[in-house]
């Protein structure tokens, strides 16, 4: 009788451990936090990870709020889920990015994500003490789908190699992407500045070159080397955080590609046709104030016409740039 109760413990057990597994948490969650701060929660779930972003308001003034993108995943040792913040969507004022800890539990019968948030701890500052929160799951789908979180459910979909002889024509599994509402932010069309640098046709692989060390009398600090195959590049630049009057010029090899602009939530775009005649290429933000909050500081996505998309955050100084180098390769 004994190992039979033994048995059908593991097979309890086994039960849950799947059961939590198949949880659905792809959708909209919100509630309340500490009874003074409304929390909704837009994820999307791929088997063990998260990802998605967070909007949070004060009860008391509605204006005050935040947007924050979040990467999370589950932890079997503690047998909960986390989500980190790790860049501001849009914020309003003096708002923290945030980390999350959370279980999915049946309350009144009703499934709810219940855990603590804390504010995400810098380098000079703790994280504070944690706030509780229960969000209920208004939406099988997030309110929008961000270009993020299509970037996180394309990364988990297999890629086939074309070397393989295909057995079946039977479907294997994929992952749908639901149809995406209006984005928040909208391209500044009145920002779009096309440059076009004469192509010097080569014969031989070019040969790498040495780039500046200085822009406009300042150090260039590299944040990124990144190989592309593309010679066509898009650029769009963001205040990283509050929008607080940072206003930045562009340069691409030394020569000026936008002149003193302001960064907002509204993307500065900048097409750039890499010259073939090097291998090396440097795009260098140079900040023309610090804002009312140094330093100065953007997010940088850029896409290549293949459509490879990346997201880079920059931060310069009155006494240093911030500087991305493409080393061109061509297939």
């Known amino acids: 009788m004994f190992f039979l109760k033994i048995f059908y413990l593991h097979i309890f057990l086994l039960f849950c451990f799947a059961n939590l597994h198949a949880q659905k948490l792809t959708g909209t969650w919100q509630g309340v936090m500490d009874e003074r701060e409304f929390l909704q929660v837009n994820v999307v779930q791929i088997g063990e990870t998260l990802c998605g972003y967070t909007w949070d308001y004060s009860l008391d003034d509605k204006r005050s709020f935040c947007k924050a993108y979040f990467r999370g995943s589950y932890n079997k040792l503690f047998d909960a889920w986390y989500l980190e913040g790790y860049s501001f969507m849009q914020s309003s004022g003096d708002h923290s990015l945030m980390q999350l800890k959370f ?53 988990k979909v297999p890629v086939k190699d074309k070397k393989l002889p295909q057995k079946n024509s039977s479907k294997k599994p994929t992952i749908t992407i639901p149809k995406a509402l209006p984005p928040v932010m909208k391209e500044d069309e009145t920002a779009l500045v096309t440059q076009k640098d004469t192509v010097i046709p080569v014969k031989e692989k070019p040969e790498v070159n040495d780039l500046p060390k200085k822009t406009n009398g300042r150090d260039n600090k590299e944040l990124s080397r990144i190989i592309i195959n593309d010679r066509k590049i898009t650029l769009s630049i963001y205040d990283n955080g509050t929008i607080d009057g940072d206003t930045v010029s562009i340069y691409y090899n030394g020569r000026s590609i936008i002149k003193s602009k302001r960064l907002t939530a509204n993307p500065i775009i900048v097409d750039v046709e890499l010259d073939e005649s090097i291998a090396l290429h440097s795009i260098v933000l140079f900040a023309e104030n610090l804002g009312s909050i140094p330093p100065n500081t953007a997010l940088v996505i850029f896409t290549t016409k293949a459509g490879k998309r990346y997201e880079l955050y920059a931060s310069a100084t009155l006494q240093q740039n911030a500087e991305i180098v493409f080393e061109y390769k061509p297939k």
């Open 103 to 155: 279980k999915i539990v049946t309350i009144a019968g009703k499934t709810v994500m219940k855990g603590l948030c804390r504010i995400k701890p810098s380098l000079f500052f703790g994280g504070g003490d944690p706030s509780s929160f229960e969000l209920e799951k208004i939406s099988s789908r997030p309110t929008i789908i961000t270009q993020t979180m299509k970037d996180c459910m394309a990364e």
